[in-house]
């Protein structure tokens, strides 16, 4: 959600800001600014709508002159999408710009005492308080007038600050929304994310909470806010530079649906030696984990997918109860949750605002936070308990894909780790399970090969309307995340029902020429699922299924079917989800969406 660029150095400074927010487009944004110090004043040039507006405005920066900027793409909160609501925003003589990632929830506050003062605004935002804030309470030390200012503001940000008579200097700061400062040769960046300076800097610096820094041309210095300066360690970025590149795919959907089978593979291998599931990042011992007497596991989105397929897992392997909780609903229900429970956090990003409140709150009651996560250093990795890393690389398109399949193969390391501990897995099965587990990339990457057939099945059906996804048990667990990938990027629109539950109301909506989508590859309950693909053909329903191989007469009974390879029950929906993650971007395609980038979503989600 928003993105923050920043450079100063001696090269002309807009180029490089147009360049990282293209980068950054992937946050999601539907505004878009750069401002300059010019020498004599602060520039800003800001416009509503996709950033080709803002290029072609300023020939890509080539127009605006200066050493010394700041940029953003805003992602809607306070105040509509508008050419005034759009980042950077300018204090009322014009001395100071701010851009802003994050929200100012005491903003009505202070936007009134700041009215009282005889001070008008100029958008809706709740950013603008802060620029307003600065101007008004600059008392000739920069630093000491970000202290004040941040004591005043409650919520979350980074800041990205300017000010026009110092124009050898940029404010960074840091409360809760991430921000990284890549260090160049004369020169020094500011981004939200990585991708954005990878081109130009490995070497980085990750701000902590309440961390200001100051960024010159010839070096950085980071405050704390007592004012005291500190040490902080230069990460190198080891991102190989494709990663965060279309390497030739159309979409960056595409190129990591592709590379599912490496981001499988990178998780698992380094935690698998000699046959034996070894997850040195859990720091809790036989004992501890021994005594939890259930597990919650809490997420967002995709991620919450991830979590509804564990409970299937680890309460089928550790035969302990298990909760599966969307992050947002967690925080507020007074959950009962203590030193007995294990907390599961999944997050790709690790910057959701959701998930990392319902984290800190699960911690508050007792219970201790093993984290799932893709971005090393993220706010969720660095205040989990313990961490365990998905190598899945960047995740840059909206939907997630690759970093979904890597969350599961977690899932799967944890049951096994869990259930040898509990003494609830035979050697037979552990051997079983580990060699399935091994065995899921390359079986992932034949599925991948089928993509034509996919496309195909796609372009008949890419018009309807209405689409069901059904499924039982696991099935029913990745039948979510079939639907979901299916609406949020084409707009169709979609639901998931345990596919016993749908005769009890939903039912009603099936018509003629309905798509329902029904996941049939878990073989214990086949038969059930081929009554529910009856109830459905019978009132004029068109069923594409999904299933393994061992069951080609799904190809009989459904319309149209897509068979998959066989593997152990738990590690089905591995398996299963790529021919619908597929069918949702050719469904997508046909219809002519915006793959990457749909429509109202943002890939990290800073905001509660
Ligand atoms: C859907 C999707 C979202 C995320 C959710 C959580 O394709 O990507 O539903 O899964 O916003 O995000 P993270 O995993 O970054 O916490």
Redesign the pocket.
Known sequence: MCGIVGYIGYEQAAPFLIDGLEKLQYRGYDSAGVCVNDGEKLVVKKENGKLTVLKNMTDNGNNIAGTVGIGHTRWATHGKPSNENAHPHLSRSCSFAVVHNGIIENYMELKQELSAKGITFRSMTDTEVVVQLMENCYNGDMIDTVIRVMKMLKGSYALGIMFKDNPDEIIAVRKGSPLIIGIGEKENYLASDVPAILEKTRKIYRLDNDEIAVIRRDGVTVYDTNKNVRNKPVEIIEWNIDAAKKDGYEHFMMKEMMEQPKAVHDTIAERIKDGRVILDEIHLTPEQIRKFEKIHVI?????YHVGVVAKYVLENVLRKPVEADIASEFKYRDPIIDEKTLTIVI???GE?AD?KEAMKEAQKRGSYAVAIVNVVGSAIASEADDVIYTLAGPEIA???TK?YSAQLAVIYLLAIYFGDILGKISETDYQSYVSELQALPEKIQSILQTKEEIKNIASKLFACKDTFFIGRNIDYALSLEGS??LK?ISYIHSEAYAAGELKHGTISLIENRTLVIALATYGRLFEKIVSNIKEVQTRGAYVLGIGCEDHPELKEIAQSAILIPKTCDMMLPSLAVVPMQLFAYYVALFKGCEIDTPRNLAK??TVE
């Open positions: 997420a967002c989105g995709s991620a997050s790709q990003s959701t998930t909206v939907a997630t970093a979901l990938k949020e990290s989600v």
